[in-house]
């Protein structure tokens, strides 16, 4: 078992910046991370996702915007956000696979993640 929280979210104009934060309970080192995102009214979809020292992985819209970086020793994982649009307002959630998951680390689906965190608020106006 992971516990996740989020923190960082807020509102901001149109071509601002935020950095979110996600801490863990437990040992990220070699596990699959993902931020997520859902608005109103939309399924939930992949933002990024980092494993081990491996590359971050990111959703096509994210078009360079954002970078997804983790501090092992803190457990905590990031999530910056540049040049943030309206269409980026959305609850964004942290999410991890368990240990002994074998399935693909990928923003493709949630499906594979197995922890979530509660949740953070960006609203971005234009």
């Known amino acids: 078992q992971v516990q996740l929280a989020e923190s960082g979210g807020g509102s901001v104009q149109a071509g601002g910046s935020l950095t979110l934060s996600c801490v863990a309970s437990?040992?990220?080192?070699?596990?699959?991370m993902g931020w997520f995102r859902q608005a109103p009214g939309k399924e939930r979809e992949g933002v990024a996702t980092?494993?081990?020292?491996?590359?971050?992985a990111y959703a096509d819209f994210v078009a360079g915007r954002f970078t997804s970086s983790k501090d092992n020793a803190k457990k905590t994982l990031y999530l910056q956000m540049n040049s943030l649009k309206p269409e980026d307002t959305a609850t964004y959630y942290c999410a991890a696979h368990s240990m002994s998951s074998r399935r693909p680390c990928t923003v493709d689906t949630s499906d594979n993640f197995d922890y979530w965190g509660q949740g953070t608020q960006v609203t971005v106006s234009s």
């Open positions: 980092i494993e081990g020292y491996e590359r971050p």
């Open positions: 437990g040992y990220i080192g070699n596990r699959c």
